[in-house]
């Protein structure tokens, strides 16, 4: 059973560009959140994909977008970044039912993205 | 919406010595309670989760947590502290009727010799 992996591990851009973050998820699951992790902060949740939709979003603007593919892995795209952008982005998977997760998150490493 | 406190920014206890990490969390219903820990630079690894039932879950490398709905507390235990466990630990609440997973601000846990 292969966990749940992230790439690239790291990441520096500039302000203004657009970065694409990628997500294999566990074995078996099918759900996928994304969560951003400012220094020195709990995660902050930025939005989950179901069945390749979005399955709910939390407060970030729409700037902040997402995929899910028929394989379960998922893409973050952050476009216009600005400096608070720059943060640990953490990848979660989890199996759930129809409707809202009750499943437990597993974590990947996370990808550090600096934004000067 | 769910919330999570974690009142402890910092704690530090002696190798051998018990530790406790309070957490408090505030949901009108019965909520998932977890408790993560992570390393520097790495990301979360889930130490025991509570969804219903006995309230004292056990989970890995010794820890364990009580629920106790009186005080909307999941307070995180271990009876005796090894010098392997400093890192920083996550309390989160997640809900059944929503996908927000809500993580407190975290208690970075010091282990002296």
């Known amino acids: 059973e292969t966990g749940v992996t992230q790439s690239p591990t790291h990441l520096i851009k500039t302000r203004g560009q657009q970065v694409t973050l990628r997500c294999s998820s566990q074995?078996?699951?099918?759900?996928v959140s994304w969560y951003q992790q400012a220094l020195g902060q709990g995660p902050q949740f930025i939005f989950q994909?179901?069945?390749?939709?979005?399955?709910g979003r939390g407060n970030f603007p729409p700037r902040f977008s997402g995929l899910q593919f028929p394989n379960y892995s998922s893409e973050l795209n952050v476009n216009a970044l600005e400096l608070d952008d720059s943060a640990l982005y953490l990848c979660?998977?989890?199996?759930?039912?129809?409707?809202?997760?009750?499943?437990?998150?597993?974590f990947g490493p996370g990808t550090r993205l600096l934004v000067l | 919406a769910q919330s999570v406190t974690q009142p402890d920014i910092h704690i530090t206890v002696s190798e051998g010595a018990s530790l406790e990490l309070r957490c408090n969390y505030s949901?009108?219903?019965?909520?998932?309670l977890f408790w993560y820990v992570q390393s520097p630079g790495q990301g979360l690894q889930l130490l025991l989760k509570?969804?219903?039932?006995?309230?004292l879950v056990q989970g890995i490398k010794g820890f364990e947590a009580e629920f106790k709905r009186s005080q909307s507390s999941f307070n995180l235990r271990k009876p005796s502290v090894h010098w392997s466990d400093a890192a920083e630990y996550f309390c989160?609440?997640?809900?059944?009727?929503?996908?927000?997973?809500?993580f407190g601000a975290g208690t970075r846990l010091t282990v002296k010799p």
């Open positions: 074995s078996g699951h099918n759900t």
């Open positions: 994909y179901y069945r390749e939709e979005e399955n």
């Open positions: 949901y009108g219903a019965t909520p998932y």
């Open positions: 509570y969804f219903s039932g006995d309230t």
């Open positions: 989160a609440v997640g809900a059944k009727e929503n996908n927000d997973m809500r």
């Open positions: 979660a998977s989890s199996l759930a039912g129809a409707g809202a997760v009750i499943g437990t998150q597993y």
